[in-house]
Structures are given as structure tokens and as C-alpha cells.
């Protein structure tokens, strides 16, 4: 008889490794999502501390994620712009929302831009608060998102110098592409990387926004995206000895336009996803609420390894949970369970939750999971009524938490 | 001739060359050819079929981004020689910008690029635009359109404070309103009161050309 597996004590992270290992869960689990203006809008954090102190931040998520009730907690801030303001890129900073790069003035505009930035200096701007952030996670919310997050090279070349020139040096002038995903490896991420590394951090995930369809097509992504990871992992691991999994959400199919929606190219993005993160099917941020599941399931079952179903990690879009009444948004978890996680292999979370979403249809989302979610799937799930959740207003429920002073403190003047 | 000129000038745009473009616009110029036919049978003609190819999954977002740096050029060339040529061809003036505080520009440049090949007269406020600019070029130009862009959660709610703005001056009387970019939706299109939700560049240009015909 073989041994089982050590089983973490955290129920979550058990249901969200479960999953991943093929082993039986209680429930379909629900990861916490990227949520970072969505938590301060909840939290009623001021923008100017919330996004450059690493402690308020991870604390202000790891409340509202607890009181949603998510079995694993994502905390990041505006984390592509790291970089990029550490070199000296110029940015936007407001009273309410997160700092943004000033696309007016980009960083790199020409070739001779990369040797005058030089290499990433890791005391400078934020970064020391990026790698307290990837600490601070470890230490109090492991998960599967735990650690440190970097902005994959593809997108910091279009937070730099902007998605066209970015496109443009990509598909037309192909030397100057190299120079520029070398000097975004090695120069702006991997030091970066290092300071993780020196401080403890060992594993780290690079999200790549800019790299999903239809951004980049599969075969951009193939010839960029994909060896840029494959190489600046190798760098990491042998070197650093640290895990760094760049270009998440790379090849994630975001087509908009639902009478475009073509089963062959969703394929062959998820194909080559695939080829960057083998763990799953990696379906997020495009209309997800219009897809046809029969077509991801087909995929997941058709592409694991060994036989088994390839686990997918699926994303409610954000605006349909904003948009959506709580109607709406049980319909389509009930939908999804239904086509999708009878046969396990499902990890349900939500696609960067926008700031003014209402809490309830969260928590009617969470309630959704949890009921109909619940193994074994129920044979007729339209006869479960998801009644509406119950729940304390946050800031009541706050005052019993840990992170209640630091969040009450924060909001004042 | 001239319509293998314009036929040149119309696949280098829709191909995305963008020197190449340059080149054969100045080259049809110096030629003599009309520069509003250069425009039309070239230029837009190139950029429309780049459209064309997007909707039904021949191009991709980069394969258009091309298209429209190349548009772009072509159109740098060709405006100095417009400028008499199309009086009187406007569609109506089309005031663009992304909101306050937010600075992504990438999809309001090709709402812009094909707003400009349909017809209007852009006039584009750029990135980060306080309310106030909006409302002031409002009222100096009078335009038939006004769009909106964000492409943060948190940006986007400035919309509803302009368009609030907008009808608290009197200035909505005869203004349609766009709102886009990536956090938005119809519903919130609907919410904040505008008239029309752009889903991508080129639902944006189709439905600003509803907006003035309905007029």
C-alpha cells in the first residue's frame, strides 16, 4: 500500500492541491482572485499608502479574501509596474487607484536607451517593497500564489515603450526584439529575481497580460514569449536556485467579439499556453461566460498527461461578475459544474475583480461554489436553489479579525 | 496607373508597412494623383481591409496594430495636402480621450485611426484628460461625438462624472457619447447614461457612424 500524501492543514490549499494532484476533494475549490483595487475600494484604504506599503496591502487582501471566504489568497499589487518605475520610467500616481505608467514618456524608446538604464538598481522605488510583499505572503498565506511576482519580459517591454513599438520591433525588426528581450531578462527582471532570492524568496510568478491572444497570436507567442520564459526560468533555477514561472496568462484567449469565438484557435492557444504552464488549461480574462465548456472540456480531457483530465484553472470574467445580477452568476457556476468538474479537475477563481463590484455577487459566487460545488456533484444540479448568501458588512466583521488595526489605521489621515 | 497606385498604397497599408506606405503616398503625390482619391482608394481602402480580415479571424490584434502604423503614416504624408481637398467631407467632428489618470492609449489610437478613415474630424485629447478639458473642447468645437476611454476599474467611474457634468452644463443636447476600453461593458455603458458602448476599434467606428446618421 502506498503512502499517502501529507495533506496541508489549510482545507483550501488541500482542495486546490487535490485538485492538481488528482486526488478527491470535498468541493470544487474557488482561489482567491486578483482583486488588488477591488480590496482597497472594500477595505477603504487610501491608494497612496495601500500601493507602497507590502504589510497593509497583503493584510487589506488577505481580510477581504478571508471574509469572501476564498479557499486560497492572490495578493499583488500593480505588479507589472515594478520594474519599470525602479529604472526610472516615468508614472502616474492618483488619490484613488493604482499607479500606472506614463505611456507619454516611455522608458525605452530606442536602442540606445538600454545602456544608459543600465541594470536594475533593487533598492530603488518599490522593489524592496515587491520582495517584502513575496515574504510577507509566505509567511502568512501560502498558497499556490505565494511568493514573489514579477512582470513577465514581454509585458514590460509594452509597460516601457508600449505595446505597438513593442509589436512592431517583434514582428519587423527582429534583432532589435532580442536586444530588447535580453536587456528585459536579464538587465530589469532578473535582478529583481536576485533581491527575491536574497531575501528568502524562492519562488516567484511572472503574470504576462500583454501576451494573451489576441495581443500576441500562438505563434508570436511561440517564438517570444515562450523561450523568453523558458530561458530566464533556467537562469533562475540555476543560478538563483529560485523558481520563476514567467508569462502567466500568456496565450490566455481574451477574443471579444463572441461571433469570433473559433474552437481550432482556442486550441491552439491553449496549446501553447500549455507549453509555458504545463499545471493547466489556463482560461481567465476573455468572455468566459460565452464560451462553449463542452469545447474546454473536450480540450482538458483530450491534452492531460498519463490519461488523466488536465486540471483547469478558469476565471469568471470580471466585468460579467460586475455587470451580472446573482441570478446570473449562479446560472453560469451552475453551468460550468455541471459540463466541467463532475469528473474533477476544476479550479474556479474570477479574472481581476474590478474596484466597484458589488460584495454581494462575490459572496453569491463563493455560496454558488460551495453548494453546488460540493462532491459528488449532484446528478441534477438545476434542483439546488442557491438561496441568497447571508453575510456581516466587512467593516463589522473586521473588527474581530488580526488585520483590524492595520486596515483602520490605514484609513486615517 | 493610378489605380495600381492606389492598389499599392492599399495592400502596403493593409500589410502594415508602414515605410513602404510613407513612400508610395508620396510617390502617388508626386504624380499628381488627387490627394482625397490617394485617401480614399489607398489609404482607407487599405485600412478597411485590414478591418475586414479582423472580423473574420484572418488578422489578429497585431496584424492591425501594423495596419494602423501604417495608416498613421500614410495619412502624416497625405494631411498637409488634404487640408482644402476635404472641406466639406466630414462626417462630424469626434472628440476623443482617456480619462483622467489613466494613461492607455492603445485602443483609443485605433478607434482614432478608423474613426479618421470613416470620415470624422478626430480631435484627440490624448491621455489623461481632466474633466474639464472635455467639457471645454465641448464647448469650443461642438462636436456630433464625444468618446470616452479607460482602461482601469477605478479610471472608468470618471465617466459618469463627465457625462453628469455634461447634462448639468446643457451641453448633452445634440452630443452623443461613446464610453470604452477594457473594463467596460454595455451595462456600464448603459449605467453612466452614454449612447453607445465601443466593444473593440472597430465596433467604435461603426457605431459612431449610427450615432451621426440617426441624427
Known amino acids: 500500500m502506498s503512502a499517502q500524501p501529507e495533506m496541508p492543514v489549510d482545507p483550501g490549499l488541500a482542495r486546490f492541491l487535490g485538485v492538481m494532484m488528482h486526488q478527491p476533494v470535498d468541493r470544487v475549490p474557488f482561489l482567491g482572485p486578483q482583486s488588488h483595487d477591488h480590496c482597497m475600494t472594500v477595505a477603504k484604504v487610501p491608494a497612496r499608502k495601500y500601493y507602497w506599503d507590502a504589510e497593509l496591502l497583503v493584510d487589506v487582501h488577505i481580510a477581504v479574501q478571508r471574509w469572501y471566504g476564498f479557499d486560497t489568497v492572490m495578493a499583488a499589487g500593480d505588479i507589472y509596474n515594478f520594474e519599470v518605475e525602479a529604472l526610472g520610467g516615468k508614472m502616474i500616481y492618483s488619490d484613488n487607484a493604482m499607479p500606472t505608467v506614463d505611456t507619454n514618456n516611455p522608458l525605452i524608446k530606442s536602442s540606445a536607451d538600454l545602456d544608459r538604464l543600465g541594470t536594475l538598481d533593487p533598492s530603488k522605488e518599490r522593489i524592496p517593497m515587491g520582495v517584502k510583499l513575496g515574504k510577507l505572503l509566505l509567511q502568512k498565506a501560502p498558497g499556490p500564489f505565494a511568493g514573489g511576482v514579477f512582470c513577465s519580459p514581454f509585458s514590460f517591454l509594452c509597460q516601457a515603450m508600449g505595446y505597438p513599438k513593442a509589436l512592431h520591433a517583434i514582428k519587423r525588426e527582429k534583432v532589435y526584439a532580442q536586444e530588447l528581450f535580453d536587456f528585459a531578462e536579464n538587465q530589469a527582471i532578473f535582478p529583481y529575481l536576485k533581491a527575491m532570492s536574497d531575501n528568502g524568496v524562492k519562488n516567484a510568478i511572472g503574470p504576462d497580460a500583454w501576451s494573451a491572444f489576441p495581443n500576441l497570436t500562438p505563434e508570436l507567442i511561440e517564438e517570444w514569449v515562450v523561450p523568453s520564459a523558458r530561458r530566464l526560468g533556467e537562469r533562475a533555477k540555476n543560478e538563483l536556485g529560485m523558481t520563476a514561472g514567467a508569462g502567466l496568462a500568456a496565450s490566455d484567449y481574451c477574443e471579444e467579439d463572441v461571433s469570433k469565438f473559433d474552437k481550432a484557435i482556442m486550441f491552439k492557444c491553449w496549446e501553447t499556453g500549455m507549453k509555458i504552464n504545463p499545471a ?41 461578475i460586475r455587470d451580472s445580477s446573482p441570478e446570473q452568476v449562479v446560472s453560469l457556476l451552475r453551468r460550468w459544474i455541471d459540463i466541467l468538474a463532475r469528473d474533477g479537475g476544476l479550479l474556479i477563481s474570477i479574472a481581476n475583480v474590478p474596484s466597484d463590484t458589488s460584495s454581494l455577487s462575490i459572496h453569491t459566487a463563493l455560496k454558488a461554489v460551495h453548494e453546488l460545488g460540493r462532491y459528488p456533484i449532484a446528478k441534477d444540479l438545476s434542483s439546488i436553489k442557491v438561496e ?26 | 496607373m493610378s489605380n495600381e497606385k492606389y492598389q499599392a498604397i492599399s495592400t502596403a497599408v493593409t500589410e502594415g508597412e508602414d515605410i513602404q506606405t510613407g513612400n508610395l503616398v508620396k510617390a502617388a503625390l508626386d504624380a499628381g494623383l488627387p490627394p482625397l482619391e490617394i485617401l480614399q482608394q489607398g489609404v482607407v481602402a487599405g485600412i478597411t481591409k485590414a478591418g475586414e480580415l479582423w472580423k473574420t479571424n484572418q488578422y489578429f490584434l497585431p496584424d492591425v496594430i501594423l495596419s494602423a502604423d501604417a495608416f498613421k503614416v500614410g495619412m502624416e504624408v497625405l494631411e498637409p495636402q488634404l487640408k482644402n481637398s476635404q472641406a466639406g467631407q466630414s462626417r462630424g467632428k469626434y472628440v476623443i480621450g482617456v480619462v483622467e489618470g489613466d494613461m492607455h492609449d492603445l485602443g483609443k489610437s485605433l478607434v482614432v485611426a478608423l474613426l479618421t478613415s470613416a470620415g470624422f474630424e478626430v480631435i484627440d485629447l490624448g491621455i489623461d484628460v481632466p474633466k474639464d478639458k472635455f467639457i471645454d473642447t465641448i464647448k469650443t468645437h461642438h462636436p456630433a461625438v464625444v468618446g470616452l476611454g479607460a482602461y482601469m476599474s477605478t479610471t472608468m467611474l470618471q465617466m459618469k462624472e463627465i457625462i453628469t457634468e455634461l447634462e448639468k452644463q446643457g451641453l448633452r443636447k445634440g452630443l452623443k457619447i461613446m464610453v470604452g476600453g477594457v473594463p467596460t461593458s454595455q451595462e456600464f455603458s448603459d449605467e453612466v447614461g452614454a449612447d453607445a458602448w465601443g466593444k473593440d476599434a472597430l465596433d467604435a467606428m461603426q457605431k459612431a457612424l449610427q450615432l451621426v446618421e440617426v441624427k
Open chain 1, 280 to 320: 493547466f488549461v489556463f482560461g481567465f480574462m476573455g468572455r468566459t461566460q460565452d464560451w462553449d465548456m463542452n469545447w474546454l472540456q473536450e480540450f482538458a480531457t483530450t491534452h492531460g498527461a498519463n490519461g488523466l483530465k488536465q486540471p483547469l484553472y478558469l476565471g469568471i470574467n470580471g466585468r460579467f
Open chain 1, 388 to 413: 441568497p448568501p447571508q453575510f456581516k458588512p466587512f467593516d463589522e466583521w473586521l473588527k474581530d479579525q488580526p488585520e483590524a488595526d492595520i486596515i483602520f489605521k490605514a484609513r486615517e489621515k
